[in-house]
């Protein structure tokens, strides 16, 4: 058991799956303003196993039990998506505060329900949309907003990687899962493109397909995305493939950001490299010269940075950050809203490959999709 202070927020996991298991527990023990007190599942055997493996100090396996419990400040909400939006209804309805797994629900209407009842139950909803706090990310995002990269022409995301058939894996299950390929991992680079942008997806086109396996969710999409500041994006996201890179572009007018492995679960923040162009002033790019120049990948005159980014634990970020919402009384990076709107692009790319065009977004689509 990890010893933390009696200031600390404390926390319950509600599921005992594979995420919570490999990456949120062992983030919410590694965090410096949180304690790991109670695990729930629907076997009290699974529970106490889990608990004991990871140092909480209560287990349950009856939920309503779970939740009366008055130690638990905020609740992690790792049961698969077609259970998020009656899971933060109870949770919030016993007042505690909820960090929810994405895709936030199976439908834009339960996204809409799940925030509204958050709202009048006064709780805060934070969706796990962990992607924003990579290292490589957050000073993409400082870059953009400096305006260093000028005009944001183009931004590319991909989440890509290898899912077998599997009879058990509720993923390959559209009714549990709400999609495959493209709900399950392309919502993360849907969600880190609209945090880099700034700008909101207007226009949506997609080819969502089976390429390789036969099951019932795709495993392979490509998805177009006009957005509100004019500037467009790409996700490609599969369960197909093997070997990827999960790569991250950024093209401006006045200079590009290229990621490399960045979109992973590891600790490592991947690479990011950096091209700028040269007729602006070199003082105003703040991050560490000498400065390369490199013309086979910057073009002629270009100034080249690789960014020297120090390992971070996203997940443990996460928790930091939504534990530090929670006792400052703010709001989190990445509310309902924000879930919403992901998921809003999923289901008008899905919407976009059946109806063979593209699909506009816009208020009256967000609320009745």
Known sequence: MVNRSSECVRWGILG???????????????????ELVSISSRSLEKAKAFADKHGARKHYGDLDQFLEDREIDVVYIATPPNLHAQHVRKVAQHKKHILCEKPMATTVAECKEMIDVCQKENVKLMIACNMRFNPAHMKAKEIIEKGLLGKIIFVRAQECFYLPPDPNAWRLQSSIGGGGSLADAGIHSIDLLRFLTGSEVVEISAFVDNVVFDYSVEDTAIVTMKFASGGYGLVDSCYSTRYVEDVLEIYGSQGSLFGSKTLWMGRAPGELRGFFDQTRTTHELEYAPPWGQDPSLGGWGSLMKQYDLKPRNIYAAEVEHFSECIEQDKPPMIDGWEGLKDLQVVKAAYESSVKKRTIEISESYQLTS
């Open 16 to 34: 005992c799956g594979q995420i919570a298991d490999l990456r949120m527990a062992p983030a919410i023990n590694e965090a410096q303003n949180a």
